[in-house]
């Protein structure tokens, strides 16, 4: 498309524009038309003047000769002179014709011939004239008709995009000013109903996420305010009053971690939070997740454990997110595994991308429920003690790595996470969330 490259309109600029090579062709026209008329004109009076000149000549000579033959025959001699005539003569000729009452100030309507070419003159050149200055009017209203439909089609598009949200309907690819305003125009619809979409996405992602922060705490407070009232009461032994309140510091807890846990989704996926990528060992990371998370394992006694440690693998990640995005698959797949059963952790590398996988030895999830296990608030059993976050959060942090998370199931029995990660990640600004 053509760009504003120069503020200033310069003549060949000006010249790209249609309607300006439209009226430079009317004018044009115009001029040599009126340039053929005149010549036209000028050889038709002429003709006309110089006959109706010879017809009196003729008629003259015709009546010198029957009266004067030898007069006749000397002003034909005269006539027929090449040269202009002597100074002397045309004062003699200017004396007879004064004697005679034929005077150089003799007014031109005393002459019939003179009299009659000056009022046809007039009158064909006022025709003429009213004639070529019609069509002139004619052609600059039809092209200033077109111009201006253009743009007041070009405003009536802009004007339904602006209050209805809607696609230009109609749109101008032509040369020029007009060319260059219609581009202009289609730029900012396109722009400005990217706007409004987004402005429409943040206020439903908004609006979701205060219904699950709504949704999700509404069932821990109600429980904390019956085992407050059971706690105000007098009925209660000291036995379960302590129950009571390790209950609640439970709850307390888990509406912490689930606020937490919802604040750092919402800033993933509002592109407010950015990965603070680092050149450093992956197996520290790895090792960091796996310590985040060796209390619940020790609890189900449960083993986990590195395969093929790589401790010279080295990529750029963030490894606060990335240990947090492991965690949460090392703690799903513990919640998930039986009693004294192990959880593996195995890497992979090849020259694009380096695989982790997060291996358990659970009942595994059916293949229904797998393309639904990363939606929020998605459980696919009630199994552990989580309410359906931690996987989304680990996809979301994975994929602002420039990352995949995938998920299958064990043919050995349990499930298997697949996260990849690229040697050499797209900038920030390219990666895009999944919609969760």
């Not at 004109?41 to 029957?66: F, I, Q, V």
């Not at 407070?221 to 036995?239: F, H, N, R, T, V």
């Not at 796996?290 to 490894?319: F, G, T, Y």
Request: proline letters at 5%; a negative charge.
């Amino acid at each position: 498309m053509e760009r504003v490259e120069n503020e200033k309109l310069s003549l060949a600029r000006l010249w790209r524009n249609p309607p300006v090579r439209r009226l430079s062709v009317i004018l044009a026209s115009s001029l040599l038309i009126t340039v053929v008329l005149i010549a036209v004109y000028s050889h038709y009076s002429t003709e006309r003047l110089k006959n109706t000149w010879l017809d009196k000549e003729a008629a003259m000579l015709g009546t010198l000769y029957s009266e004067h033959p030898d007069l006749a025959d000397k002003w034909l001699g005269q006539l027929s002179e090449k040269g202009a005539p002597t100074p002397e003569a045309v004062a003699e000729g200017h004396k007879i014709m004064e004697r005679y009452g034929v005077a150089s100030l003799f007014e031109s309507r005393w002459l019939p011939v003179l009299q009659q070419y000056h009022w046809s003159t007039l009158w064909i050149l006022i025709s003429s004239i009213t004639v070529l200055i019609a069509l002139i009017a004619w052609l600059l209203f039809r092209e200033y008709h077109k111009l201006l439909g253009q743009i007041r089609t070009l405003a009536v598009s802009l004007e339904d995009t602006v209050k209805h949200n809607k696609p230009m309907s109609s749109f101008v690819y032509d040369e020029g000013e007009l060319g260059l305003l219609a581009n202009g125009a289609q730029e900012l619809t396109l722009r400005l109903r990217a706007t409004i979409e987004q402005l429409d996405q943040d206020k439903a992602f908004l609006k979701d996420t205060v219904a699950d922060i709504s949704h999700q705490l509404k069932t821990p407070l109600a429980s904390l305010m019956i085992y407050i009232e059971l706690l105000q009461g007098d009925k209660l032994d000291p036995d379960h009053a302590t129950e009571f309140l390790e209950t609640c510091r439970g709850e307390l807890d888990r509406m912490e971690w689930l606020t937490l846990a919802l604040l750092k989704l919402a800033r993933l996926e509002a592109g407010a939070l950015e990965m603070s990528l680092r050149e450093v060992p992956l197996m520290d990371t790895l090792q960091q997740a796996v310590k985040s998370i060796s209390r619940l394992a020790e609890d189900k006694q449960i083993e986990m454990l590195i395969e093929h440690p790589d401790s010279e693998l080295i990529i750029p990640h963030d490894p606060h997110w990335l240990a947090e995005a492991i965690s949460n698959l090392l703690k799903n797949a513990i919640e998930h595994s039986p009693i004294g059963s192990n959880v593996s952790i195995s890497l992979e590398r090849t020259p694009v991308f380096v695989r982790v996988q997060v291996r358990d030895q659970g009942r595994g999830i059916e293949a229904q429920q797998l393309p639904h296990i990363f939606k929020k608030f998605y459980r696919s059993s009630t199994e552990g003690s989580g309410v359906g976050l931690g996987l989304p959060l680990a996809k979301s942090i994975i994929e602002k790595h420039g990352g995949i998370l995938s998920v299958s199931a064990n043919p050995l029995g349990g499930t298997i996470f697949n996260l990849t990660l690229p040697h050499h990640p797209f900038p920030m600004n390219a990666m895009k969330l999944t919609e969760l």
